[in-house]
Each structure stands twice: as C-alpha cells, then as structure tokens.
DNA sequence: ATTGTATATCGACATTCATCAATATAGATA
DNA sequence: TATCTATATTGATGAATGTCGATATACAAT
C-alpha cells in the first residue's frame, strides 16, 4: 500500500493537547503517549533532535547526520524514519537529498503531557 | 551488595538542569537522558505516574496498583523499580506496605530536558 | 515460633529493538 | 540509456525488555 503513513497525528491524541486532566489516564492513552515517548528515548535520536535544533536554518540531510552520530546510513534513517512516524520531525526531497527538521509543537505536546 | 542504590542521581546528568545549550549533545549525554525517558516510555508505567500523581495524598502502595493496571503484582513491583532507579518515584517503608510517590522535580527536568 | 500478608527477586519466555551489510529505489547528469 | 549519488528497505543477529509463575524476604499478629 503505497502512500500510507504510519505517522501517529495529533487528532489520535485527544488528550495530549491541554493537558488539563482530572483523573489518572487509561490504557489506551497510556500506550499512545509512550508510543512518542520511545521514539525519543533512544540516544541516537537524541542527538538527532538536538542536531536539528541548533543546525544552520534548523534542517539537516541524512549526508550530515551519520558523521556526528557514527552510525550507518541506513541505521541513521531508520532513527528518522521513527522520528518521523511519531510526528517529531519532517521530511523534505530536494532532489537527491532528504531534508528533516523539527515539529516544534509536537515536543511541546511531549512537554505538557508531562506537566 | 546491600544499600547500594541504582539511583541515577540528579548530580550525574549536569546538562539536564537550566537546559540552556547552545551545541547540540554528545552521546554520553544523550545515554543519560535516553535512560531517563526509557522509564517513562511504557503504557504501564505512565499509568502508575499518573494514578500516583492523582491519588489522595500523592502517594500508593503495590496492592492499590494491581487491580488498576491488570498487571500481576511482580510486573507492577518490576515498573515500580525502573521508575524509582530512573528517581522519578520514591519508595517509603510502613509496616507491610511499601508506599511509592511522585518525584516532581524529576519530571520538571525532563521537561526541561525537551525545550 | 508460627502463620499470614505485602512486597521483592528469580528464572524463563516471547517480543521488541538497534545495528549493520546487502540491496533496492529515486533523482540528477551525462 | 547508462551511470552516479543520496536515501530507503530488507534480512539477519544480538541485546534489551515486558510479562508471569514460583519463590524469597520483610513485617505484623497471634
């Protein structure tokens, strides 16, 4: 099935907005939160979020992410690639080269889940 | 080895406290938060934050855990460990019962930690 | 001491995951 | 078309992890 995307979207999250909850959340919840929460509790994708962060106009190509990561390629995309499904960073072709930079809103989701 | 604790403590992740990079992190640093957010990363165990963080007086044993979760009383005493050994819950003896609460400080670096 | 209850640990199992080499695909250029 | 480069996917493998039953430990109360 081409085309399909297994990007988690905000509107799956209903609750993960306002955080404003008065009661202790439930499993389904549970399992959409830490879904996002492993796609950034990994080292690798760690420093991958960091580098997007403080790199020149917030983007980087996969070219110049697996020198500072000393990682493969094809393992540096697959961190990506998990990135990008759990909706944390955005991906771009220009010509040969993929594009990603950060969602903003997405960590701040993480953050107020947390509060 | 008794009293030996694996703790993280607040002191070994020096980075994580005002949060106020200007370089992306190394990989020892991005290890050390991955073994944080690696304990918040579970369905079960962001159940247990948050019935903790909405129980009366902030805090509740093992036995009040089981039944809300559907999780035999090894597995939730197991997710209670990683979250204490993370230092995101602390775990009081009275009696019989074991009575576990919430770390606040230890979320609000994690948040931190995000921005 | 014995019994009972609450919690922790152990051992085992199935599943998930990080990683790489090999290969496939996409796009640019000749 | 053919070729070159950048990225994605596949398949395999070893390590980590969630779960439970069985057992051990800690504490209270007979």
Known sequence: MAGVTKELLLEDISVCAPAN????????VAEAMATILKAVADPARLQLLSILKYAPS?????????????????TVSHHLKVLADAGLVSRERRGSWAWFSLVPVRLDELRSFLE
Chains 1, 2 share one sequence.
């Not at 909850?21 to 389904?28: L, V």
């Not at 020198?67 to 493969?72: D, K, M, T």
């Open 21 to 28: 909850h008065t009661e202790p959340i439930d499993r389904a």
């Open 58 to 74: 917030q983007e980087a190509c996969v070219c110049d992410l697996t020198e500072p990561l000393g990682l493969s390629q094809p």
